[in-house]
């Protein structure tokens, strides 16, 4: 019988350092085999998903116990300066400083006198730090600017004309802001024009701030997202709406019930490069992540991501035809040859074992790793069962359902 693994991305991942958002005390997370890179709270499309996989892989900043990230929380300035020295390797450029509110057996004294030799942050009048009050969104961007050495080619002013609220920007803040847009570190969620610099900065911004901080200097690769300020169009080629990708997968067929509990999640690979006046912009073997779901008699492949070869991902919107195909199982029927190159939904790895009575369905052939036995009250009384049967490799060509810009 032949055997099929679904498809999966991973990453070696590294130890997780979680940061209690208000806490005198940080929690710290022994490092488990694999560290956690997606949580409860983060959905697939959330806007800083990508942000903080790649920051959780890196060890920057990573979630909480529970299997959360609270992507909304404050960041206060101590724990700021843990992630800045988790993030960044730079030589001190002043000596250190004693501040009279961070003792020396803080939890965060080492991290702040790090980030501040290094020209990350500073203190205020009267040798303060203020360990525990949250960090504005203008300070991180201060911060990642002065730590990393930049300033603005330009006039403050023509890089902040990209803000509608531009004239909330410290004075003292604004050349620091200025190179900061000029370098892409500056996102903006829900309004890319909208800075809010006084507001308190949230994870999921710290987040998005760091990892554009990294990009900038060349530590790790871009993630296309419409709330980078700088990003635009003009350096990108537009895939049109209505262009067709073709797909391929290593299942010859997949098997899907009807009664499937859930969207059954899959990953393809494009077949060939997507090339524009000859240059590839999505090179052949990039992966589009998605789900299968039912419609009517049938079922429908959704793409969500477009992950390139550098891991790079691209939201992408893109549909399958809706496959009606069916094979018809029943009672008593050869497993083996029903599922020989088959990779199979939980409903129909239920199906096929409750009809045949054959135990041999192997958890590697479920797509998204459903119990075989998950979905069975529906075969009560019955002895036979129609699936739905993809071709993945023809059936699932995928029409873009929105311009795609690819960089």
């Given at each position: 019988m032949s055997r099929f693994r679904p498809m999966q991305s991973g990453t070696a991942l590294f130890a997780m350092l979680a940061l209690t958002a208000g806490a005198a005390t940080p929690l710290v997370i022994q490092a488990p085999a694999q560290a956690q890179t997606s949580f409860s709270d983060v959905s697939r499309g959330y806007w800083a998903e990508g942000f903080i996989q790649e920051l959780s892989r890196r060890n920057v900043i990573s979630g909480f116990p529970d299997g959360s990230f609270r992507p909304n929380d404050p960041v206060t300035r101590s724990q700021f300066a843990a992630m800045v020295r988790q993030a960044f390797s730079r030589s001190p450029m002043r000596q250190s400083a004693?501040?009279?509110?961070?003792?020396?057996n803080y939890w965060a004294n080492a991290a702040i006198q790090d980030a501040y030799t290094t020209g990350f942050l500073s203190g205020y009048p009267g040798n303060v730090f203020r360990p525990e009050e949250y960090i504005p969104r203008a300070q991180v961007l201060v911060s990642l600017a002065n730590g990393l050495g930049y300033t603005p080619s330009n006039t403050s002013g023509s890089a902040l004309q990209a803000y509608r609220d531009a004239g909330s920007i410290p004075n003292w803040a604004a050349g620091s802001i200025a190179a900061a847009t000029e370098k892409q570190i500056v996102v903006n969620y829900p309004n890319v024009d909208t800075l809010n610099p006084n507001r308190s900065a949230t994870r999921a911004e710290v987040a998005?701030?760091?990892h554009q901080a990294l990009v900038s200097a060349g530590q790790t690769a871009?993630?296309?997202?419409p709330y980078i300020v700088g990003e635009t169009v003009t350096s990108s080629t537009q895939i049109p709406s209505g262009t067709t990708l073709t797909v391929r997968h290593d299942a010859e067929k997949i098997l899907l019930s009807r009664e499937e509990p859930d969207p059954v999640p899959l990953t393809l690979s494009l077949d060939r490069d997507v090339v524009s006046n000859g240059r590839v912009l999505i090179p052949a073997n990039s992966r589009v992540a998605g789900e299968l779901r039912l419609e009517g008699?049938?079922?429908?492949?959704?793409a969500k991501d477009l992950i390139l070869s550098n891991n790079t991902t691209v939201p992408i919107s893109a549909t399958s035809a809706l496959v009606t195909n069916t094979q018809r199982v029943t009672k008593g029927a050869n497993v083996v040859e029903?599922?020989?190159?088959?990779?199979?939904?939980?409903?129909?790895a239920a199906a096929i074992t409750g009809l045949t009575g054959d135990r041999v369905v192997e958890p590697e052939t479920v797509l998204g790793g459903g119990a075989v036995g998950a979905v069975a009250g529906f075969l009560l009384g019955r002895d036979r069962v129609t699936l739905i049967s993809i071709n993945p490799n023809t059936d699932l060509a995928l029409t873009l359902n929105a311009p795609l810009a690819m960089r």
């Open positions: 004693s501040f009279i509110d961070v003792p020396s998005a701030f760091i871009s993630i296309a997202s008699e049938g079922a429908r492949f959704y029903i599922l020989a190159g088959a990779a199979l939904g939980a409903g129909a």
